[in-house]
Structure formats: structure tokens, C-alpha cells
């Protein structure tokens, strides 16, 4: 049935494989299912209700994606989002929010999904993921690697905030540092090695460390979320069209999932391998995952959910097919019966005030190294290719945003085509994308 449904021999894996491939992507997104409720709680949600949805819908959007685009891609909601849905859709005035009740912000959240959906229905954004240079795919693959690596290091407190040149190396004889640094080495020597299953190893030798240096801390195996205020339908949608603002909002929401999705599949996909003559297999059927995903999280109670980089992990470990995704899904939903387990390993522990995830540094920090390989597809002997695919690579860890890395390589791919008389080589959907990109940051601030 596996072998009928997902091809694996065509794809060269096996079960083993997506198996270990969706463990390690379910453990390095898992802090995502104690960041949400945290963050969503802030403007008022149930903090049990929010685990609950993320998880529900994770693992939905997920299985939608396995199905449907056969991909071992992860869906949860998106970092960034979260913080934009609870500190300015629903943050108070005082703090530059727009001061929406929470259930209006789900009703936004729902509306911005339907978008999402008839876009990708019509093919608008399957085009717009198409129109992008095979430089430009190498460069957002390298930066999101980047960028993981860099939350890896954050995670894991080896690198730190410090004043003057805003971060620095972290105090490396912490607990959690050596949790984080010493896992991570544990990984390097595993995939040097060839051993499969290198990436979830080196959580399970972080965890060693935590235990033997006491902070690794549990109350136990099993237990679900309490839920007291419940979110499921609670969003309101017509409400959305009566606050002031809502046309910014929308399009806030819009710009960041369409650009945001498209940089990790087209980044994800790149690092592993599973493009196809330069194109996404089943590219409609990934971006329809991906807003439908949307559009139950606003129903069952959460922000933006969008497909995870953090999928890289797992294709790293030889995760090739949708199989990989549905035992992620599963996990997903098993963890609400094993929830104060998950907790100790991706909750985060408190180190002098600030929040680290030392047990699931060690495959985002490794994960960089094999992503990077996608930058020998570069043609380095032609200025306008190497030089426009230099911004994202840089741009997306430094500024955390994968949106913003795209932006600056599409401005920097077109004008550089158009001053050198080569503007025919870009496609005019990529000039047009340029000259809103360059609108965006001339206007809007």
C-alpha cells in the first residue's frame, strides 16, 4: 500500500527512512506546540485550547500535504505570524496594535486563508512559485539553512544578544549550552559516520546531558492539555470587515504565507533534491495544503499555519516521500496524550530570564551545513546570477524573515538583468514582483 500510495522505490527510501525522517521533523518543530499557545495567550486564548488546535491542525494540513503532493513537508503555524496575530491584529493600541478581540482575529486569519485557497485553485501562486530563477531557489535554500542554524545556536544558547555587535558567543559551560553543543557534536560524528537516524540521536544526547546536568526536568509520560475557554469556531468573520484597518491586516497575512510558503518549499525542496527540472512536483497541490491548513487552524482556534523549514531536518535524515509526513502528523496528534513528555524535550527551559530549547538545538544547528550544499548550483561566472542570489543568503538569517530575503533578490535579480540588457532572461511575473516589492519599501514602512 505504501509502496502503491507514496513510490517509495521509485523515490529510493523506504519505510525505515520517512519513519526516522518524520520523527526528526516532528521533534525540531515541536516547540512550536508550547511557543503558540504561549504567544496566543497573551491576547486572551485558552492556553489548552491553543496546544489542542495546533496540534489538530498541524497534523491535518500535514497529512493533506503527504496525501495530496506526496512531499515530506511539515505544516504548524508559522513563527512570525503568531507574534503579528497577538501583538498587532490583536495587541492594544498602547503597543501599535490594532486592538481586535481575538475571535475577530481568527475571522481574519480564516478570511486570509479563503484567499490563499483561490489563489492557489486558480494558479496564480503556483505561477508566482514557478517564475523563480534556479539562482534565486539555490540562494533562499542556503539562507533559510542559515537562518536555522542561527536559531539553532539561539536555542541552544552557544550564541547570544551582546551590546555593541548584537550577538556573541554564549557562556559555552552552561548547562544548556553544553546540552545544545554537545548534541550537536554528537550529530556531526553520526553523519560523518553514515549512521541513520544521526539527527534524532543527537536529541536523545542532548537530553543525556540535560539529565546529567539537571535540567532536563518531566512530570511524567502521559497527560493532555486542560482546556477551560474553548476556541474551536469561536473566530467571527463578518466582525473582521467592521474593525478599522482590516485591508492592511488582510494584506499583511496575504504577503507573508505567499512569500513565506513559497521560500521554504522552494528551499526545502532545493536542499533535498525534489525538484524536478527545476520545478516543484505537484506545486498546486502543496500551496492548496498549505491554505487549507490555514483555514482550519482559524477554525479549530490558531494563526497562520504554513509549511516548516524545519522539514529540512527531516529530508536530511532521507526522508523523500509524503509517507514521512503522515508519521509526523501522527506524532502530532499522539502528543496530546503524551504531552508533559513533549514538554520537557521542546518546551524550553528558563535560563536567567530567557527561554532556550537546548534538546532540539542540535539538528537545527547541523541541518545548516546540508543545505548549504545547494550554493555549487550557482553559476558563479555571471555577475547578474551569483550577485542577486548573494542578498537572500544574507538577508533571511540577518533579518529572520524569509519574505524580506526574497524581496531584496527579486529587486537586485531584475534591475541587474535590466541595466545589463538582459532583461528577457527574467520572467515578466518576476519584474512585475520586483517593482511591487520595491513599492512596498519605498511606501510602506
Known amino acids: 500500500m505504501f509502496e502503491r500510495i507514496f513510490r517509495l522505490r521509485e523515490n529510493e527510501t523506504s519505510v525505515r527512512r520517512e519513519a526516522i525522517g518524520g520523527a526528526t521533523t516532528f521533534f525540531t518543530l515541536s516547540y512550536i506546540l508550547f511557543v503558540q499557545p504561549s504567544v496566543l495567550a497573551s491576547c486572551g486564548m485558552d492556553h489548552g485550547a491553543v496546544v489542542i488546535a495546533t496540534c489538530v491542525a498541524s497534523a491535518f494540513a500535514t497529512i493533506l500535504m503527504g496525501l495530496s503532493a506526496n512531499l515530506p513537508i511539515a505544516l504548524a503555524p508559522a513563527m512570525g505570524h503568531n507574534f503579528f496575530f497577538a501583538f498587532t491584529v490583536c495587541g492594544a493600541a498602547a503597543i501599535g496594535g490594532y486592538g481586535y478581540p481575538w475571535t475577530v482575529g481568527l475571522g481574519a486569519v480564516f478570511v486570509s486563508g479563503a484567499l490563499f485557497l483561490i489563489l492557489s485553485l486558480t494558479g496564480v501562486r503556483s505561477a508566482i512559485l514557478n517564475v523563480f530563477p534556479p539562482s534565486l531557489r539555490v540562494a533562499i535554500a542556503v539562507g533559510i539553512g542559515l537562518l536555522i542554524t542561527l536559531v539553532g545556536l539561539e536555542y541552544g544558547g552557544i550564541v547570544v544578544g551582546k551590546p555593541g555587535t548584537l550577538i556573541g ?3 559555552l559551560g552552561s548547562p544548556a549550552a553544553e546540552a545544545a553543543w554537545i548534541g550537536a557534536a554528537a550529530t556531526l560524528i553520526l553523519l560523518a559516520l553514515r549512521v541513520r537516524g544521526a539527527m534524532l540521536l543527537g536529541i536523545v544526547a542532548a537530553v543525556l546531558v540535560g539529565l546529567l546536568r539537571g535540567i532536563f526536568r518531566f512530570d511524567g509520560f502521559v497527560g493532555f492539555p486542560r482546556v477551560e475557554e474553548p476556541a474551536f469556531l469561536r473566530l467571527d468573520i463578518l466582525g473582521v470587515f467592521r474593525e478599522p484597518g482590516f485591508l ?7 504577503f ?3 512569500f513565506d510558503t513559497i521560500g521554504t518549499l522552494l528551499g526545502v525542496a532545493e536542499s533535498g533534491g525534489l525538484l524536478r527540472d527545476g520545478r516543484l512536483p505537484r506545486d ?8 487549507a491548513g490555514t483555514v482550519a487552524g482559524a477554525l479549530l482556534g490558531t494563526s497562520t499555519i504554513t509549511s516548516y523549514i524545519e522539514s529540512a531536518a527531516g529530508i536530511a535524515e532521507g526522508a523523500r516521500t509524503g509517507l514521512a509526513s503522515l508519521f509526523t502528523a501522527a506524532l502530532l496528534l499522539l502528543s496530546l496524550a503524551f504531552y508533559p513528555l513533549l514538554r520537557a524535550i ?5 535560563a536567567g530570564g530567557t527561554t532556550l530549547y537546548p534538546f532540539i538545538a542540535p539538528p537545527l544547528i547541523v541541518v545548516g551545513a546540508i543545505m548549504l550544499r545547494a550554493v555549487r548550483g550557482l553559476d558563479w561566472s555571471d555577475p547578474t546570477e551569483y550577485l542577486p542570489a548573494f542578498l537572500p543568503m544574507v538577508i533571511i538569517p540577518f533579518s529572520f524573515s524569509i519574505s524580506e530575503g526574497i524581496g531584496f533578490g527579486i529587486i537586485a535579480y531584475s534591475a541587474l538583468k535590466i541595466v545589463t540588457g538582459r532583461a528577457r532572461e527574467a520572467h515578466a511575473v518576476l519584474h512585475l514582483l520586483a517593482a511591487l516589492f520595491l513599492l512596498r519599501y519605498l511606501f510602506l514602512r
Open 169 to 171: 558567543l554564549g557562556d
Open 256 to 258: 507573508l504565507d505567499l
Open 248 to 254: 492592511t491586516v488582510l494584506f499583511v497575512l496575504l
Open 346 to 350: 521542546g518546551g524550553g527551559i528558563d
Open 284 to 291: 498546486k497541490q502543496a500551496l492548496l495544503s498549505d491554505a
